[in-house]
């Protein structure tokens, strides 16, 4: 048999027009495996065909069934503006010739329909959409009780004490394992039992319920594992035994904080009566200057709103300087709301939310947005483009300052983590500020990675060694010190610089002891001069 002539460049992009993958090309030609076809194309610089994300059908069928730009994103996921361009990019100019019953916006008192997003429309926040939907009705009001049915529980150490009560129902079983995610991680702030006999007896619970969630101290941090694990989705109702709950809104979930006793009547009863929030719209614009980040703009925030400012409130966080931000930044940003108040903080879904999810979990899932017109309860509106390091001295949150007015402060710990500040990004920076440098004598510097996932990519990227390097402790991966971890406590008059999100008086041992609250980048900067330092000339 001859040898099969090989393709020109032009005749292999004019094939791979007409018949898109290496396959069907092979069959066109004959003769030809695949594999060849690929080989000649890396050969001449000619990229694999590859699908637009959209098709053309769907984006035809989602414009003729709406034919309005913001609903037909609403679906996809995408802003008005990206729904437009591609719907320019297919030649969709005109408005549907015929009407549909979508775009009359008719409630015809039928069944609703649930794939999709959720389609509430009415002046209504997201705390209010996602409440209405979870407790099978129409339309919520705020101030209004309703029992709702969470898509998922969480609860850590303090699972024994949720056990104990539960207990007194007299019931064998949970009313449903797979909604109930238990990772052994110890808190900070959290009045936990740690008897040795408390944790046989949740491993023992665990199997007799047959909770397959279940995460031992090895993993690491409660919220962080479930968030990192796609446990909580976007649009779902999460709710957990730690005031840090608020954080799994930056995937666009509602949660919050509840007591144990409340998690007991979960496990037991498979619902909860809650209030539903007003809602606070925090804008945030503009770009983040050199050395800050969002931790900064989170103290930021705390100092405008106060401590109390957003007291069993929801905070929906929008604006430009929101969109830029990672999943990580986000999660700063709503683990910290809970330290003004809030019951709720949320993020809304957007492209960088659909990313984090891609070959996360293959559960479907209903984002839920905003109404255009949805009523707020306040609107606060922030640039951040002239911000500067922040940093939140004893012993309130809100006790706010320039990092440059207390510069100089002369530090004996710095504690870095917590699920504001242990993911891998604030590793790598703390590692890129102190490359080559020592931790100074008079300090001790103690890192909390995240998550387990977290400690191994740490190691897999040398920051690990880094640290030991330079005279720092890696502790195993939880969320912060508990009360086990003696070598965090602080003794009287001491003075820390933590990057949790609590800094009161005898949270970290010794009532007379301060706690300053910062970023990752304060901190590294911190522990290589022994006393609170700017990071802004250490960032570049």
């Given at each position: 048999m001859p040898?099969?002539?090989?393709?020109?460049?032009?005749?292999?992009?004019?094939?791979?027009?007409?018949?898109?993958?290496?396959?069907?090309?092979?069959?066109?030609?004959?003769?030809?495996?695949?594999?060849?076809?690929?080989?000649?194309?890396?050969?001449?610089?000619?990229?694999?065909?590859?699908?637009?994300?959209?098709?053309?059908?769907?984006?035809?069928?989602?414009?003729?069934?709406?034919?309005?730009?913001?609903?037909?994103?609403?679906?996809?996921?995408?802003?008005?503006?990206?729904?437009?361009?591609?719907?320019?990019?297919?030649?969709l100019k005109d408005k549907p010739a015929f009407l549909k019953l979508e775009q009359l916006e008719l409630d015809l008192g039928g069944p609703k329909k649930l794939i999709g997003k959720i389609y509430h429309y009415g002046r209504r926040t997201i705390a209010q959409k996602i409440f209405a939907e979870r407790a099978g009705m129409e339309k919520v009001e705020e101030g209004e009780f309703v029992e709702v049915e969470p898509d998922l529980v969480m609860s850590h150490l303090n699972a024994a004490d949720v056990i104990e009560r539960f207990q007194e129902f007299g019931l064998n079983y949970v009313w449903n394992p797979n909604r109930i995610v238990i990772p052994l991680d110890?808190?900070?702030?959290?009045n936990t039992n740690h008897d040795i006999g408390m944790q046989k007896a949740i491993r023992e619970f665990v199997k007799r319920q047959n909770i397959?969630?279940?995460?031992?101290?090895?993993?690491?941090?409660?919220?962080?594992?479930?968030?990192?694990?796609?446990?909580?989705?976007p649009g779902q109702l999460a709710l957990g035994t730690n005031a840090e709950t608020?954080?799994?809104?930056?995937?666009g979930a509602l949660s919050t904080g509840i007591d144990t006793t409340e998690m007991a009547s979960i496990w037991a009863l498979g619902k909860i009566w809650m209030k539903v929030p007003s809602t606070v719209k925090i804008m945030i614009n503009g770009k983040l200057p050199r050395g800050v980040f969002a931790m900064d703009v989170s103290l930021f925030i705390a100092k405008k709103l106060t401590t109390g400012g957003a007291a069993y409130r929801s905070i929906e966080f929008n604006g430009t300087a929101m969109?830029?931000?990672?999943i990580s930044e986000r999660m700063t940003l709503t683990g910290m709301a809970r330290s003004m108040g809030a019951k709720v903080a949320i993020c809304p879904f957007d492209t960088t939310t659909r990313r984090f999810f891609m070959g996360r979990t293959k559960m479907p899932f209903r984002p839920a947005l905003a109404d255009k017109d949805a009523v707020y309860d306040d609107t606060y509106e922030f640039n951040i483009d002239s911000l500067v390091p922040k940093i939140a001295c004893p012993s309130n949150v809100d006790n706010v300052r320039p990092v440059v007015e207390v510069e100089g402060t002369p530090l004996d710990k710095i504690i870095i983590g917590s699920t504001n500040s242990g993911r891998f990004d604030d590793l790598r920076l703390v590692a890129d500020i102190m490359k080559g440098n020592q931790v100074h004598p008079d300090v001790q510097l103690i890192i909390f990675p995240g998550s387990r996932s977290i400690y191994l990519e740490a190691l897999k990227k040398g920051l690990i060694r880094a640290f030991v390097e330079a005279g720092a402790v890696v502790m195993n991966p939880q969320s912060g010190p508990g009360p086990n971890d003696q070598q965090c406590l602080l003794g009287d008059g001491e003075h820390c610089l933590t990057t949790f999100g609590d800094n009161r008086s005898g949270v970290l041992g010794a009532a007379s002891a301060e706690i300053y609250l910062a970023s990752p980048a304060t901190a590294a900067a911190s522990a290589m001069s022994g006393v609170i330092t700017d990071p802004t000339?250490?960032?570049g």
């Open positions: 040898r099969k002539k090989i393709p020109t460049k032009a005749e292999l992009i004019q094939l791979q027009k007409l018949y898109k993958t290496d396959e069907k090309i092979a069959e066109r030609l004959g003769n030809v495996t695949p594999q060849l076809v690929a080989y000649w194309r890396r050969k001449k610089n000619i990229p694999k065909h590859s699908y637009p994300k959209f098709s053309e059908i769907e984006i035809r069928e989602l414009w003729e069934r709406f034919g309005d730009d913001y609903r037909c994103g609403l679906e996809l996921g995408i802003s008005k503006a990206a729904f437009y361009n591609w719907r320019r990019r297919y030649g110890s808190c900070p702030g959290d397959k969630h279940f995460y031992d101290f090895r993993e690491g941090g409660c919220h962080q594992i479930v968030v990192e694990r796609g446990h909580v989705l608020t954080a799994y809104g930056a995937i969109t830029q931000m990672s000339r250490f960032v």
